[in-house]
């Protein structure tokens, strides 16, 4: 089976596992021809527009990381920083109430480092893959019965969820799927 390499808002993609994933709701609307790791140096860069930054981009972004750092904590270093310069360079603040957030940021970095370490093939066929597991915005909410405060909140480290432990360590990820 032939998987698209690009996925544009509103269509179907189907995963190498044969799943469809119906009106997928991606930053890929826009870019058509453009690549994933085009996606990432716009981001970077700064250039990616507000609206293509997505739950879908960051995931783009931090699976291209997860190929160019040497080790999960470098990707989280680089997450860290790469986030707060972006929102810097498009005037989203970085405070208590908006901009970047901790906890989610160390969250899906894990998730998604486990998850590379487990699919290394072509972005084209992985990136689907990774939407099918992680691509529901809502998922870190499964894991802290205060969920919508444990979101909501911008802590400066790492807040433990207090539903269920994560299948992956927040320190030092263990593979392990969402």
């Not at 040497?70 to 970085?94: C, F, H, Q, S, W």
Request: hydrophobic letters at 40%; a positive charge.
């Amino acid at each position: 089976m032939s998987l698209p390499t690009h996925i544009t808002v509103g269509s179907d993609c189907q995963t190498a596992t044969g799943r469809v994933l119906a009106g997928i709701s991606t930053p890929f609307n826009t870019l058509l021809n453009r690549s994933i790791p085009d996606l990432a140096a716009r981001f970077r860069a700064g250039t990616l527009a507000r609206d293509e930054w997505t739950h879908e981009a960051h995931l783009a972004v931090v699976l291209v990381a997860c190929r160019e750092e040497p080790t999960e904590d470098a990707v989280l270093k680089r997450m860290r920083a790469d986030i707060k310069r972006y929102n810097d360079r498009n005037g989203i603040e970085n405070g208590p109430r908006s901009g970047y957030h901790e906890t989610l940021t160390c969250f899906w970095v894990r998730a998604v480092a486990s998850f590379a370490q487990q699919h290394s093939g072509p972005l084209a066929e992985v990136f689907p893959l990774l939407l099918e597991v992680g691509g529901n915005a809502r998922t870190p909410l499964r894991f802290g019965r205060r969920a919508r405060s444990w979101m909501r909140r911008r802590e400066p480290t790492w807040v433990e969820p207090d539903l269920r432990p994560l299948p992956f360590d927040a320190t030092n990820a263990n593979p392990g799927a969402l």
